[in-house]
């Protein structure tokens, strides 16, 4: 499976974007790059799912190169209530069942 | 139409005691995976179950835990003589299955939270 690898912890202001981005160097041709959020004491929460360029949703961007050695998660104009753990997972549907979530990156949103 | 619900949502016992984790499904999904989520770490795969199948349990410890999706009501991860390292929270989650090669959206319960005393 393609490990993945994000910064820890980052910092933001509300208003401000935020641009998180995860390593995965060895990821297979049939891999999908899918983000989760989670918040204190709850389950995380899929965001947003993605193969290559770029996929919107009504909550983040994804932002795939080509090479699709890695990705980034923009989160627009971020509020207090976007403060949680991302989580970048890569997997398909043969190994959905050992998709690893890692540490993940803590995102703190400040006033 | 109720989320992954899993129960208890707290559950305490003293060292050696069982504890019984649960877990209903989404209605219509089939596949059911359960995690672990040490404080300030992310979650850990540890088995992933289809109706009356296990279909990997490559992060289950070897012994003590169990975990089964019969046929007819929820999952349920059994800890057996459980330790002071079991202490956890514990995630159950759900999908409908595979979404041709996608990773198919996993949605998650609230989880349980297991104190070993």
């Known amino acids: 499976l393609a490990k993945t690898t994000q910064p820890i912890s980052m910092d933001s202001y509300e208003g401000q974007e935020v641009n998180i981005t995860c390593s995965h160097n060895?990821?297979?041709?049939?891999?999908?790059i899918t983000w989760y959020q989670q918040f204190p004491s709850q389950g995380p929460r899929f965001i947003i799912q993605?193969?290559?360029t770029k996929v919107t949703n009504e909550v983040a961007s994804l932002f795939i190169p080509a090479d699709r050695k890695s990705s980034t998660l923009s989160l627009p104009r971020v509020s207090l209530s976007d403060t949680a753990v991302y989580y970048c997972?890569?997997?398909?549907?043969?190994?959905?069942?050992?998709?690893?979530f890692g540490d993940g990156t803590t995102l703190t949103v400040k006033p | 139409n109720a989320g992954v619900m899993q129960n208890p949502r707290h559950l305490v016992r003293r060292r050696g005691q069982e504890a019984r984790l649960r877990c209903s499904p989404m209605?219509?999904?089939?596949?059911v995976y359960w995690y672990r989520q040490l404080p300030e770490e992310g979650l850990k795969f540890m088995v992933y179950?289809?109706?009356?199948?296990?279909?990997?349990e490559s992060g289950m410890p070897k012994e003590r835990f169990s975990a089964e999706f019969p046929k007819e009501g929820p999952s349920i991860l059994r800890i057996q003589q459980v330790v002071r390292g079991d202490s956890a929270a514990y995630f159950c989650?759900?999908?409908?299955?595979?979404?041709?090669?996608?990773?198919?959206?996993?949605?998650f319960g609230p989880g349980t939270r297991l104190t070993v005393l």
């Open positions: 060895n990821i297979a041709t049939n891999d999908y």
């Open positions: 989650a759900s999908s409908p299955g595979t979404s041709g090669r996608m990773h198919s959206e996993q949605f």
């Open positions: 993605g193969y290559k």
């Open positions: 179950l289809q109706k009356e199948n296990i279909i990997d």
């Open positions: 997972l890569v997997g398909d549907s043969s190994n959905a069942g050992k998709s690893t």
């Open positions: 209605k219509g999904h089939s596949h």
